[in-house]
Every structure is written in C-alpha cells, then in structure tokens.
C-alpha cells in the first residue's frame, strides 16, 4: 500500500492552469486575483468583507492589532488547538487564558469560559478566540451573547471549517465566519487545509471599520483610502499612519486558492461522505469512542477516534505508512505556555482528550479501498496485534 496521510491537498489540472495565466499576466503579488479571490470567499462564506493575507498566522495577528490587543490584555482560547491561535495574543504582548474544552465536541466549553468571566471583574478580559476544531462549527451566537454581557471581541478561528456552519436559536444556518456573530473571522490555505494556496489567509468581516483597518495594516499601515490621508504632497504621497506589516497574498497564490475554491463545495460533501462511512464501521467497536454520530454542518478538517492504547495505534499505523496524527498537544503543556504558569492538571477534559485522540485519514481524494484498508488495520490491531504491540 501507498503512502496514506491524514490529510492531503488535492492540485488538478484547472488549478495549475490557473497559476500559469497569472504567472504569464502582469501582476505577481498584490493584483486583480486578490480581490477577485477576496470576493468569492466573502460570498462563500457569507461574510460582507474579506482580506486576505499571507497565511492564517498572520491573519490571527492582524486581527489582535485590529482590536487593539495591548500589553498583558487577557484573551481566552482552548488549549486544543494550533498554536497560531494562542500565540497572536501573545504577539501583542496580550495574556493567554486557557480554559478547558468539552469532552463530547472537543470544543472550548462556553461554560467554563462563563466561569473565568464570571469570577473576574467586568472588563478583566478583552476578548474570545474560539476555534471551530477539527471543522465542527462552534456556537457563535452563545459566544456572542456572553461576549456582549462582559464587553469581549470575538475571534472566530475558522481554519479548520470553511464550508462547516450551526443552526441558531430561530433556526437559521449560519456559516462558519460569516461575521453575523463574531467580529473577525480567520482562515488558512496550508496545504492541509481544505482550500490550498501553498500559504495563504484570509479574514472575514462585516465591519467596514475594522476591514479598512485590516487593509492598511496588511501593507505597512500606509492608509488604502486616498480620501482618508492627513497631508499631501502630491501625485506621489503615500502615507503610512499606524504600524502595519507586510502580511499580503500574492496574486500567484489567489490565483490557486480561487481555483481550489471552486471544488470547495465537492470536497466537503466527499469529507462528509467519508465521516459517515467510518462512524458506520466504527461505532460498533467497543475500543473506539468516535464523536457521536455525524455532526451536521461539520467540515471534517479531521476525522478523530479517541481510544485506549492510543500510542501503539499510532505506532502500528505509522509502520504500514499510514501517517496518522494527533491533533493537538495541548498548548497549556508546551514549554513556551508552562513558563506562565500552565501545568498538568489545569484542564482535564483536554489532557484525557490528548492521550487518547487519533487523527485518521480524512481528505476528499481519499479512495474507498483506502478507507477501508484503515479500517481493517484498526479492526486488525484490537483483535490480533495489541496483545504482541511490544514486538511490532
Ligand atoms: C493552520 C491553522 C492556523 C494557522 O494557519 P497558517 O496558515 O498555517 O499560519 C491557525 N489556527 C488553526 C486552528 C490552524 O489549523
């Protein structure tokens, strides 16, 4: 058997065609397929406004400056999650605040967030980074309710759920960063990610003032709105205002990651397809906790089993070429987090996830015999190989 990863981009024909014309045409960063690119995924989404970026670390980053994150502002997120989530607070020279996920959608749980909001006094903590993990859409209209009691921005780390959405209280479908809750919206184009781009970001919005804002810090904070400049000196005068960056997409990299959004749709219907087919054969089995049924609206950016002897799984699968993962070790444990503090212990829901999650191969070119094959290694480990794991 091939190499089998747990997620993969998938680069067709069309999508190299696509870089060619650019490379041929008269723009390679910043061009016309920027906002091209930023138009479709605003409507993709929903989303009023759309920037893109270099990647979705910089996206996150842009975000703090936008808000305004300052010196030792405390912001909450999960410690289940990419470090890019916590580390744009940090960025900042903001106050990372962990807070424990719940156990049944590995998601940061609202109510032990209600709980730090709750015992501090109002204005204690600025904002919120939820992340939709492993493309299960957070409730953003909870967050935002509970946001607006303790006067927190919201950052909806999307990365994982372009294409993912929940139902709200009237009923309605609400996608993930569509900006009705949140106030800033991230995504990223790392080749695992469901739209590739090589590398590449973007933010969604329906503040027009925090979206003029996030285009004139992404080039430097030189103002994009002639109108808005305080002097001028001439046909030549650009004017930088505020400390920005140069966190811009190329127009190389838009021009794949349009083209890879118009498969976009397809790929979440096989990654559903795909889900569905594993929670059937892998529900019976007692050794595997699989989350519960197939989640509606989920984006499965990753497909996770949680199960004991989880390091030999990883290990067996990892000798048959199977490159499984484990999605993530939980921030408040690396060595950068423990020096505020953080230890073993802080947040159990997270660390019992940890040591039993698995990451198995979930991406939209993923063949039937390919799943099928990891389907029986796992059925194969458990009832022939576990007792003998020592000599594998
Ligand atoms: C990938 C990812 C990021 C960072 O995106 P990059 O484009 O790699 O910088 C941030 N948050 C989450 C949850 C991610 O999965």
Known sequence: MKKIPYGRQNITDEDIQAVVE???GDWLTQGPKIGEFEKAFAEYVGAKYAVAVSNGTAALHLCTLALGVNKN???????ITFAASANCVRYARGEVVFADIDPETYLLDINEVEKLLKAAPKGTYKGIIPVDFAGRAVDMEAFRNLADEY???LIEDACH?????FTDSKGNIQNCGNGQFADLAIFSFHPVKHIAAGEGG???????VLYRKLLNLRTHGIQQDASKKIYDHGGWYYEMQELGFNYRLTDIQSALG?????RAEQGIEKRREIAKKYHQKLQETSFIKGQSGVVPGHAYHLYVIETENRKELFDYFRSLNVIVQIHYVPLHLMPYYRQFGWKEGDFPNAENYYEHCLSIPMYPTLTDEEQAYVIDEINTFYSEKLST???L
Do not use: F, R
Request: one cysteine or more; hydrophobic letters at 30%.
């Open 202 to 208: 973007m933010i969604t919005t329906n503040d027009e």
């Open 258 to 262: 349009l083209s890879q959004l118009q």
């Open 73 to 79: 502002d405390k912001v909450i997120t999960t410690p």
């Open 161 to 165: 759920a372009p294409g993912g959405y």
């Open 151 to 153: 006067g927190c921005w």
């Open 22 to 24: 650019t490379l041929k």
């Open 389 to 391: 794991v020592n000599h």
